[in-house]
């Protein structure tokens, strides 16, 4: 649910007339620097960041490319990844081809003259690590995005997924940020954010148009991180663990079940 912070800052912004792109580079601005990332936007969920940021790694600001989408003939539009997800249908949304690999050697075999990104989910095991695969992506000049879209809380996990040093990342700006839960916010390198405003609405495109984020969304998600910054996360954490207890004891006295509250490291 979202704290009365961000209601407020939503109903401002719904009573104001604005310039969207100008409204998303000055927010970014101001919400890269809680991650000491380039630069940011607030797009319309995670799902969205990952279609944005593939949309950007194909075409680029090349109107007519971003235009063409998800016709991708003669452009580089092969996307890597180490696991099959539901929300990589999103980077298959802009017509690129999914190359699936499963070790380092694969990885880097893979990588061509059509490889246009890598992406990598936070968290997954298998058989390449985060930061093998960056590695690998920054010595061949392959963009690497990390979706990050359920790292948060603790807050402080956004600085953490700076530090891998990705091209790309993203998080929702719901969940435990607690913001508009229609928004996802994309961090980076300040020429591919640039390009991904480009490669979404207001702009026209196949892929521009469905990506659209209104101004309520962009305040939301700052006026989120604004919050979330400032919060407890011991105190959070107890009242979390307050309420599974709830519901451990309701299904411990289920006959044959047995429920026990713990935490799974990242």
């Known amino acids: 649910l979202m704290p009365p912070e961000v209601h407020k800052a939503m109903e401002r912004a719904s009573a104001n007339y604005v310039e969207i792109v100008a ?9 890269a620097k809680f991650v000491d990332a380039e630069a940011a936007m607030v797009c ?9 940021a593939t949309a950007v790694c194909i075409a680029g600001m ?18 890597i990844i180490t ?12 017509g690129a081809k999914l190359v699936l690999v499963h070790s380092l050697q694969e990885l880097d075999a893979a990588i061509n003259d059509k490889t246009a990104m890598m992406e990598y989910t936070y968290g997954e095991t298998g058989p390449v690590t985060l930061k093998e695969a960056i590695a690998i992506c920054k010595r ?13 809380p603790p807050f402080e996990r956004l600085k953490t997924l700076a530090s891998y040093g990705a091209d790309l990342f993203c998080v929702s700006g719901g969940k435990g ?10 961090f980076g390198r300040k020429d591919l954010i640039e390009a991904a405003l480009h490669n979404g609405s207001p702009f026209e495109g196949s892929i521009c148009r469905p990506m659209k984020v209104g101004k309520e969304e962009i305040v939301g998600a700052l006026a989120a991180v604004e919050w979330s910054s400032k919060r ?15 519901i451990a004891k309701a299904v411990n006295a289920l006959p044959g079940v047995h429920a026990e509250i713990y935490y799974r490291k990242q």
């Open 23 to 31: 409204l998303q580079r000055a927010v970014g601005a101001h919400l």
């Open 44 to 52: 319309s969920g995670s799902a969205a960041c990952i279609a944005q």
């Open 62 to 79: 090349d109107q007519d490319k971003i235009y063409r989408l998800p016709d991708t003939a003669g452009m580089k539009n092969e996307v």
């Open 83 to 94: 696991h099959r997800t539901p929300w990589d249908r999103g980077i298959a949304l802009t």
């Open 140 to 152: 061949r000049g392959v963009p690497f995005m990390l979706d990050g879209a359920a790292t948060c």
């Open 177 to 186: 940020l607690q913001g508009p839960q229609c928004s996802g916010i994309l």
């Open 232 to 246: 407890d996360y011991a105190a959070d954490c107890r009242v979390w663990e307050a309420r599974l207890d709830v």
